[in-house]
């Protein structure tokens, strides 16, 4: 299209492409965005309690590095170091989830189940196929952090901690899913089409690896120099669970540990929720192992109990997550219509909420094929019949399976248009251009923009036989009838032959064309 102008069709198109993603984000649960709300003020009030207890462990440390300079000082400025890097992403951060929100009406900020869109987190990540300079940011950001943390900690930092660190910061692409495939990019993979609130609870959980990484890496320094200089009663205990939601039937499975904990530490008793887990002590951490509970928020509530100086200390811990309800079907949606057409590449998207990509799989019969093109992404090709059934099974978390089949209409497509200039319909034209004006065919207002390539048809002037003609202009034989034609006679194409151009399908039926001689 001349200029780089849209087409009113292309427009129509494009509205009903938005229309279709909006339908899509509806058939969400809205339990299931209520959930990641939860999730992320959980997220947000864990975050809250580790800062008060970081804040704290910081004021020990620099009151130790003015009492024994020589001993603690270099310490401290490692630590505040870090602290400072750690504050910089942590409030970048919150600064991102403050202009994501932005646009949403504040009496809207706690309704979780109106942020179902990926509008604006894909306006402000992603432009065409790359990111946005906004998106490079947010990538680039975190993974300075993780250079510049690993650059601080240096060579002989714990190995298992220099592993936790690159694992919760590790922004590597995906990899492909098959060789032909490219690799998708993490900023992609993970918040592409997500709706907003599901985005908001995955960078609130960044800002909660920032505390973790904090809190642990002042743990293991401290725990090497400090072993019993600074108090325990200065400190809280510490829920790191491997997850923060839960399908229900699931174990809750974690660890909890205190603010400073050292691997010799063995506590007199541990109590979460009423149950004596004094036994299940590891290297100085509780290994937590429990059923999930009931669906919504449930707490991890308890006393580490120790000896110091011949005293028992407890020191309290507490915690939330929430429980979702494992889902019971497939997502399943015809990316351009309800129905499918036979003879076109139809676009399909299945998912499962909760369930990763590699466990899910979707099937048709023999009569029909679906192929797996990219993550969720299938490409449909109807066969005989008048419609055909799609079945996806899905492998949960919890080793159940589960099966949904969805029935689509198959439709052949739609009646062309003949076009001449690109009009159909009755086209005023003199004469002279006719002889040399190609024939054309066209799918006004269909939701696929096909290319239809013209082989054949037959051409009517009044007062002469008609005549066939071969590709997509006029023969001599054609042409000489033409030349007959009269101010206000209607040239009449009909019979016209037609093939769709990239997979040559047939088109059952064009509408004739008009043509209304004006000299």
Known sequence: MAGGKISPRQKMINLMYLVFIALIAMQMDKKVLSSFGFMKEKVEDANNASSANINHILESLEIKANDQPDKFAELNNKAKEIHGLSDNLFNYIKNLKDSILATTNPEDLENYESMSSPDRVDAIFFSGEGNTPEGDEFVGNINNYKTRILEILGSGANADLVTNINKRFDTSDEPALDENSPSIPWIRSRYEGMPMITTLANITQIQGDVKNTEAEIYTNLLGGQLESEVSFTNYEGIVALNKTAYFAGERVKGKVVLGRYDNTLIPKEVILNGRDLTSKVEEGQVIIDIPAGNIGSNKIKGTITFM????????????????????????????????????????????????????????????????????????????????????????????????????????????????????????????????????????????????????????????????????????????????????????????????????????????????????
């Open 308 to 519: 110091e100086d011949g005293v028992e200390v407890p020191v309290g811990f507490e915690s939330s997550y929430s429980v979702i309800s494992e889902p019971n079907e497939a997502i399943i949606s015809a990316d351009k219509m309800n129905v499918v057409y036979r003879g076109l590449d139809n676009p399909i998207s299945v998912s499962v909420p909760g369930v990763g990509d590699n466990n899910v799989n979707a099937s048709v019969i023999s009569a029909h094929n679906l192929t797996k093109i990219s993550k969720g992404k299938y490409v449909l090709n109807p066969g005989a019949g008048d419609e055909l059934k799609i079945n996806v099974t899905a492998k949960l978390s919890s080793g159940k399976t589960i099966n949904t089949p969805k029935t689509f209409r198959i439709k052949d497509i739609p009646a062309a248009a003949g076009t001449v200039r690109g009009d159909f319909g009755v086209v005023p034209m003199p004469k002279s251009s006719l002889s040399n004006t190609p024939i054309g065919a066209a799918l006004p207002d269909f939701v696929f923009d096909l290319q239809l390539v013209v082989q054949g048809f037959t051409v009517k002037v009044p007062g002469q036989l008609a005549v066939k003609c071969t590709g997509t202009k006029l023969s001599a034989k054609a042409k000489k009838a033409l030349s007959k034609a009269r101010r206000g006679d209607v040239i009449t194409i009909f019979d016209i032959k037609a093939i769709e151009k990239t997979k040559g399908t047939r088109i059952k039926k064009v509408l004739p064309v008009s043509i209304s001689i004006t000299n």
